[in-house]
């Protein structure tokens, strides 16, 4: 039997772009970078969170969720970190039933972020 995720609620943001800003400064040049760093390294760790869900690879699911999690509270995804932190606590249980029952939510919450952080800072 599966576990269903917890999904945060509409009033978490899918990118809180205004805690950056402050976080930084609004120095929109960091934001840039920022955003640049997340855009060439996030695709790659999340094709290996697929392969490892798929191939039931528990610890490198749980490790490459777990680096995720910490990109996505840097970069300002409080959404997806909330729900990369359940998904790991499933990996790490050894639940890869609840995790491939779950992926598509997974997967739905990191294409929102990928598309928003897209725009995030572009405005020089």
Known sequence: ???DLAL???EVPVIDET???EEFGGDQEILNELRDLFLEH???LF???EEAANSGDFESLATNIHSLKGACSTYGAPRLAMVCKQ???LARNGEIDSVKANFEILRNEYEQVYEQI???GSRA
């Open 8 to 10: 945060p609620g509409p």
């Open 87 to 89: 998904v790991e606590l």
């Open 19 to 21: 805690r950056l800003l």
């Open 1 to 3: 039997m599966s576990k």
């Open 42 to 44: 996030v695709p790659p």
């Open 118 to 120: 897209k725009g995030v």
């Open 47 to 49: 094709a290996d969170i």
